[in-house]
């Protein structure tokens, strides 16, 4: 059976290929996905590689750690395979960002990033903690990783609320993102801006909670942000006029 050649074939395979596989991450990974059990040694060695770059990132967490930025994407592309290993990877990966993330390296920080829209997108992470990390890292000065971020979060809520209207989640993320656009950082308030302003024209946030959110911005005192949001309410008459059929449109008041 495909089972005993398998079985047989990992039992004849030399120490000598077994000893190459961590030098070649891309080629463990895709054997793993096809048999996580029979290459679970392998995964093992690579998460304890891992544990022991993340100690040696934490003592000068703004250098370029390379080794790190590998063993996180080999991660990133097993953690379905090993959910009792990998549980609180996700998680790992989120707090390092927060704690790190403007001063982060940019290739790890982007690679970080990436691997969480990868576990995102796989459904094996909750939205909530992700959306409210990428705004905040809407303050660092990395045009590149704010484009890359913004474009998760908007296509992220879209999905979100294509399939069901997600009320509560919805309502969790105005409120944030009432805050984000006081942020001290015109940046990050001016992309929040955006997000919210991206997801009006896209019909996704059309309520009554969107635009007072979005009206608060026009006394802002960041002139980005009030300019952004006094040129959206001069042309929220023709977006209304065009989409005036949306089920979840609301007038201002």
Not at 165 to 183: A, E, G, I, P, S
Request: one cysteine or more; a neutral charge.
């Amino acid at each position: 059976s495909l089972d005993q050649i398998l079985r047989l074939r990992g039992a004849s395979m030399s120490g000598r290929h077994r000893n190459l596989l961590p030098d070649n991450l891309p080629q463990l990974q895709n054997l793993i996905k096809r048999d996580p059990t029979l290459y679970e040694e392998e995964f093992l060695q690579q998460y304890r590689h891992y544990q022991a770059q993340l100690e040696i990132f934490q003592l000068k967490p703004s250098e370029n750690h390379k080794p790190l930025t590998e063993v996180v994407v080999f991660l990133c592309q097993v953690t379905q395979c090993y959910p009792q290993h990998l549980a609180n990877f996700p998680d790992e990966l989120i707090e390092l960002l927060r704690r790190h993330g403007r001063v982060l390296d940019p290739e790890l920080r982007m690679t970080l990033c990436r691997g969480l829209i990868m576990i995102r997108n796989r459904g094996l992470l909750p939205p909530i903690r992700l959306l409210e990390l990428f705004f905040e890292l809407f303050r660092c000065q990395d045009k590149l990783l704010r484009k890359t971020l913004f474009l998760h979060i908007v296509t992220d809520i879209k999905n979100i609320n294509t399939r069901h209207r997600d009320n509560k989640l919805n309502t969790q993320l105005q409120n944030f993102m009432y805050t984000m656009l006081r942020d001290s950082y015109h940046v990050a308030a001016k992309m929040s801006l955006d997000v919210l302003t991206e997801l009006y024209k896209k019909n996704v946030w059309r309520d009554a909670k969107t635009v007072n959110v979005l009206s608060t911005a026009c006394l802002s005192s960041v002139t980005k942000v009030m300019v952004g949001a006094v040129k959206f309410f001069l042309g929220a008459d023709e977006e209304e006029d065009e989409s005036s059929d949306s089920e979840d449109e609301h007038n201002p008041k």
